[in-house]
């Protein structure tokens, strides 16, 4: 049985907590938060105004549609409330993903039925909810949703001397056009988005309060979001990089920037100009008088500056929302997820690069186990990294083994590989540049590009370090493995002198890889799901079965009384699995998605002879995520502790996001071995954290 331990870390430090990872003030907290509410207002202003115009909510004021009316609210199932807005069955996976965002953002419950069929998921407005919908309704979403495609392409005329896509190029009338509508959004922030303020709020007006607060932060976050993206992309010159050190009056250091030394940068003047107004308003930068000739980043804007990398996964799918409407009522795919044109994928990259980073603490201390406290000849190959990404957090790991561990010490007598897998080829590029930029003042080291196998036996020039770059499916690990093992690379101080290297004898590490496998790839109906669930109940360990169930709220006389009867059994833990998915607009049922992460996690358990390792991102259950709006308005609800919902929305199209116990059960399920060997935030939490380090060890 391979043994699977599990830590996990937390992107997100409530309020009450001892500071983290250098976020020690409460400016620090306080940007975190907003940007956090910013990311759910991203996606969710188009997609909250799409609901509006397709009448989940009503028409007329206090009437919900299939939610009832004021002081006659009811709980609407999925079907009904999908039959009443005449959404057709193949976009009812989007439409059921979606409204798990509405509920993590704290307007809605959601509610499994017995059964644990999807289609009888009950659904009811809250309070927050209520007043919501109310504003939503008055238009507040109109404006920034209908410019959705200007912010998806503003960096274009930020710099129109990029180049830019044919349907995006940059003409005198379309440059006048889309300036005039950014200066408005500007102009709407700088009114409050006619908003009232929040001192006018008294204190039994606090849950319209909250709302109201809620959101004005997802609509400035569309506009700051992509304002800061477009000076800020990795293709291009990042604006802030002109930004310069230099002493102020009282001898401290700030950074400023003289708008005469951009002359020559082939920025569009009257853009820029407009940006800068949109950052000195949020208090981002400070101008000189009389002239504004000079900005200085501020406090805040040096914050805002850490965190712009928080925006880009999110930004990144911003393109499919803006055609929403075909979302949910037209064609469920509009730019082809199997070509990858849903999504602005480069800042998706770079987005993913920054966000990740922070995660790098917990894969040291597995890689201190596996590569300095375990005897030399004990230890894998090296490792492989699954749907390695632009390869940040691969060049971390192999920077930190060499640098770190004994095994970098060693290097002579037993060299490292990295064996670097991703099913993207624009992927597997970045991936190399950032490898070999990481190990440019290594000795030894040599990169083997994916269309390069070995030639040539071992001799005194071998190489102490291997980066072997393979395209594969994280799916088909057996396929990986074989395709690694044509390569004939041999396996350094193998007891065959003929034996080649194959995942077997590497560390396996999977980079947020299992949501991103792809929907229901392994299993594709309720039966087969079934099937594998049963297979996985007669084969798991019982204590450990009993255990994860207990975890997930489970009574224990419960599962006393299904333990004779296997198909009650397979029911019982066929149910615990809550969230379902959208396989291109199609509804993958929750048991579905929960089949094949088992399956998945199975196959990976049997060939990753060196061990497991996962950094993984998950969501809450929804259940866990239901708040009281508090007396105090300055404390954290559940909903801005982490932006949840955001995660839920850009992982709609095509990706599968579990909570982290029913990933735990399917672990079980699969015949892994689980202990938790460290978390991070402590027990107690009011709501669950959304990434989670685990790590096994195979007994393949």
């Known amino acids: 049985m391979a043994q699977y331990m599990a830590q996990y870390t937390d992107q997100v430090e409530e309020q009450e907590d001892e500071p983290k990872r250098g976020q020690t003030d409460p400016l620090s907290m306080a940007v975190r938060t907003q940007v956090f509410g910013h990311n759910d207002g991203i996606l969710g202003t188009p997609l909250i105004q799409t609901f509006v115009d397709g009448g989940v909510f009503g028409i007329g ?141 008294t204190d039994a007006e606090r849950i319209k309060r909250r709302v109201v607060d809620q959101m004005r932060m997802h609509l400035e976050g569309s506009i700051l979001s992509a304002t800061l993206l477009a000076l800020n992309r990795e293709d291009r010159p990042s604006l802030f990089t002109r930004f310069e050190s230099v002493p102020d009056t009282d001898g401290k250091v700030q950074r400023s920037l003289n708008l005469e030394h951009l002359e020559d940068d082939g920025y569009d003047r009257e853009f820029l100009i407009a940006a800068f107004e949109l950052m000195e308003l949020h208090g981002l930068i400070e101008s000189s008088e009389p002239k504004k000739q000079t900005l200085t980043l501020t406090p805040i804007g040096v914050k805002y500056e850490q965190r712009i990398g928080s925006y880009g996964v999110t930004f990144a799918y911003l393109k499919s929302y803006a055609v929403a409407l075909e979302l949910f009522w037209g064609n469920p795919d509009p730019y082809g997820i199997g070509e990858d044109l849903h999504l602005d994928r480069a800042l998706d990259i770079d987005g993913s690069k920054r966000a990740h980073t922070p995660y790098i603490e917990g894969i040291h201390k597995d890689l201190r186990r596996l590569f300095d406290e375990l005897p030399q000849d004990q230890q894998a190959a090296g490792i492989a990294v699954i749907a390695v990404g632009a390869g940040e957090l691969a060049a971390d790991s192999l920077k930190y083994i060499l640098k770190e561990t004994q095994r970098g010490k060693h290097l002579s007598t037993h060299p490292l590989d990295m064996v670097a897998v991703d099913l993207s080829e624009i992927s597997l590029n970045e991936a190399e540049k950032t490898l070999a930029m990481a190990l440019k003042k290594e000795p030894g080291v040599q990169v083997f590009l994916a269309d390069e196998s070995y030639q040539g036996g071992a001799s005194a020039d071998s190489p102490r370090v291997r980066v072997i770059l393979q395209k594969g499916d994280m799916n088909q690990p057996h396929q990986i493995h074989r ?218």
């Open 61 to 201: 004021p206090e009437e919900y549609g299939a939610f009832g009316t004021k002081g006659a609210l009811v709980s609407v199932s999925f079907h009904e409330l999908a039959d009443y807005i005449k959404v057709p069955e193949r976009n009812r996976g989007n439409f059921i993903t979606a409204l798990r965002g509405m509920a993590l953002l704290g307007w809605l419950t959601e509610t499994r039925s017995i059964s644990g069929r999807d289609e009888m998921t009950k659904y009811r407005l809250t309070e927050q909810g209520i007043a919501a919908v109310e504003i939503a309704k008055s238009g507040l979403y109109y404006e920034v949703a209908s410019a959705a495609n200007l912010l998806v392409n503003l960096h274009h005329y930020f710099r129109p001397s990029q180049p830019a896509p044919s349907d995006h190029a940059v003409t005198p009338g379309s440059r006048a056009r889309a300036l005039a509508s950014y200066r408005a959004l500007i102009e709407l922030d700088r009114a409050g988005w006619n908003l009232p303020p929040l001192e006018k709020f």
């Open 483 to 700: 395709a690694l093992r044509n390569r004939r690379f041999p396996r350094p101080n193998a007891a065959d002198p003929h034996r080649v290297l194959g995942l077997n004898d590497l560390v396996v590490m999977l980079e947020f890889g299992p949501h991103d496998r792809g929907v229901a790839v392994n299993v594709q109906s309720v039966e087969q799901a079934r099937e594998v669930i049963r297979k996985g109940v007669r084969l798991s360990d019982w204590t450990a079965l009993v255990g994860v169930l207990k975890e997930l709220g489970v009574p224990l006389e419960e599962i006393d009384d299904a333990k004779e009867d296997e198909h009650l059994l397979v029911d019982l833990v066929s149910r615990q699995f809550t969230v379902p998915f959208s396989n291109k607009g199609t509804l993958v049922p929750a048991v579905v998605g929960g089949a094949d992460l088992t399956m998945f996690l199975e196959k990976w358990g049997t060939l990753a002879g060196g061990g497991l390792l996962a950094l993984e991102l998950h969501t809450p259950r929804s259940a866990d995520m239901e708040d009281n709006v508090p007396d105090d308005p300055t404390k954290l609800m559940k909903y801005q502790r982490s932006p949840y919902a955001a995660y839920q929305w850009s992982h709609l199209l095509s990706q599968m996001m579990v909570p982290f116990l029913e990933h735990k059960l399917a672990a079980v399920l699969a015949g892994l071995e689980l202990r938790v060997t460290q978390s991070w935030p402590s027990s107690g939490r009011s709501a669950p954290p959304p990434i989670y380090m685990t790590s096994c060890t195979s007994s393949a």
